[in-house]
């Protein structure tokens, strides 16, 4: 499943429950560990590389 955060992009592995994440124009964000994790994930890569 697919889903959108703000900027972002994040697929929902179901039978892992891991959702890799990107930023809308492409670069890698990283993996979050499952959904819940995703926005915490998304707000460090945001303070780290804020482009």
């Given amino acids: 499943m ?3 955060y703000g ?3 994040g ?3 179901a039978d892992t429950g ?5 930023a809308a ?3 890698w964000v990283g993996l979050a560990a499952n959904p819940d994790t995703t926005a ?3 707000e ?3 303070r780290v590389d804020p482009r």
């Fill in 44 to 46: 460090i890569h945001e």
């Fill in 40 to 42: 915490t994930l998304i």
């Fill in 11 to 13: 697929i929902l592995y």
């Fill in 2 to 4: 697919t889903d959108r």
């Fill in 18 to 22: 891991a959702v890799p994440v990107c």
């Fill in 25 to 27: 124009l492409g670069p």
């Fill in 7 to 9: 900027d972002h992009c």
